[in-house]
């Protein structure tokens, strides 16, 4: 059976990860978006809203998991963020599995996940893709993001593995500091290779 080699797909927040997914996705390599996947596992109706809220009581309703409220319980509580992951990451393995499936036939195909090196995943994907760009204009989008703050901003960049070490550890590094035209340029000619591989 033919097995579509995968990127992992990562940057720190403000990089410019998703306008780099959305690329890939429009030049035909299907993207797994796990961000979004936990968005609908956690929304309205989701499958996982009996088993959190049977772990964490009061933290789901009719729209979904009170983000809000399960974020104060399990921000700056290692075990009860170990307890959340295991209750997410199975589900997400379980739809990504799904995706690999309905996908089995194309040559390449693009995991978007935020957290590839910080949780791990790095050691599936057979190549991994760094979005980065100048600290100042990761700083300037990020600030602008609606209710973000300074203070917010230094709490998500101390959780997430410096872009330097990222940079370093990557297979290829896209750069959003440049123009979107430029940005959309390298990853045609990174998909190229890497189907052609």
Do not use: W, Y
């Not at 797909?9 to 998703?18: A, N, R, V």
């Not at 993207?31 to 979004?36: I, P, S, Y």
């Not at 996947?37 to 309205?44: A, F, K, N, S």
């Not at 989008?141 to 410096?162: C, H, N, S, W, Y």
């Amino acid at each position: 059976m033919n097995c579509p080699l995968i990127i992992g797909l990562t940057g720190s927040i403000g990089m410019g990860k998703s306008t780099v997914a959305a690329m890939f996705e429009d030049l035909g390599a299907p993207v797994f978006d796990a961000d979004a996947e936990v968005r609908i596992l956690q929304g309205p109706g989701g499958a996982l809203l009996p088993a959190i809220e049977a772990a964490f009581p009061g933290t789901t309703g009719p729209g979904g998991v009170d983000r809000d409220a399960l974020g104060t319980l399990v921000f700056g509580d290692a075990e009860k963020l170990a307890q959340l992951e295991l209750l997410v990451h199975p589900a997400v393995a379980a739809v990504r599995a799904d995706f690999m499936e309905a996908n089995a036939d194309a040559k390449v195909v693009v995991f978007d996940i935020p957290l590839l090196f910080e949780k791990g995943g790095f050691e599936a994907v057979d190549h991994v893709v760094v979005v980065s760009a100048p600290a100042e204009a990761q700083r300037s989008r990020v600030l602008a993001r609606p209710g973000m703050t300074e203070d917010k901003f230094a709490k998500i960049l101390a959780l997430q593995v410096p872009d330097a070490e990222k940079r370093e550890r990557a297979d290829t590094v896209i750069d959003t500091g440049q123009s979107l035209d430029a940005t959309r340029a390298d990853v045609a000619a990174l998909l190229e290779t890497l189907s052609a591989a």
